[in-house]
């Protein structure tokens, strides 16, 4: 029996402290200096099971490519009106940060409450596809469990009911 409740005490004392840890912004990461958009691409999906990607075909050879790729986002309008509407659905939702907004791109930071990990979300309306390319990105761990398509999904839902 008292080893039962040594390993209960010991689950409490491990959770308490990886709460605390995010709390203080330990699980929050760095952001990536190469965000944005390069010749026509946003960032590549990362190389673990974190991201996706409306681009993610663009690189043959990554290894996430497939389990990456999501579809860009269908215009509402045009392509600054759809950006002022993925700009409006960003601001209500209070786990968001808009990091930089402009007509053609935007990027935001998602942190979670709990645990305070923080995503970073891209939009570029691609003139020459006529749809807005997607990005969305766990900074830290190697699984998202699928936050991110979900998220983008969700956004895709309610631009489409906007």
């Excluded at 409740?5 to 709390?23: F, H, N, R």
């Excluded at 309306?125 to 998202?144: E, K, L, T, Y």
């Amino acid at each position: 029996m008292q080893i039962i409740k040594w390993i209960a005490t010991a689950c409490v004392a491990i959770a308490s402290l990886a709460l605390l840890a995010g709390q203080l912004g330990l699980f929050a990461g760095t952001p990536p200096g190469d965000l944005g958009v390069r010749a026509g691409k946003l960032k590549r999906p990362s190389d673990t099971a974190n991201s996706v990607s409306s681009q993610a075909l663009l690189w043959p050879d990554h290894r996430q490519r497939d389990a990456a790729q999501i579809a860009p986002l269908a215009l509402r309008g045009d392509g600054p009106t759809t950006m002022a509407k993925l700009s409006a659905l960003l601001q209500a939702d209070p786990d968001v940060i808009i990091v930089d907004s402009r007509v053609d791109y935007l990027r935001a930071q998602y942190t979670t409450r709990l645990m305070k990990f923080v995503d970073d979300v891209e939009f570029w309306f691609d003139p020459v596809q006529g749809v807005v390319q997607v990005r969305s990105a766990s900074r830290v761990g190697s699984n998202d469990f699928g936050v991110n398509r979900r998220r983008i999904e969700g956004l895709r839902d309610k631009l489409a009911s906007s």
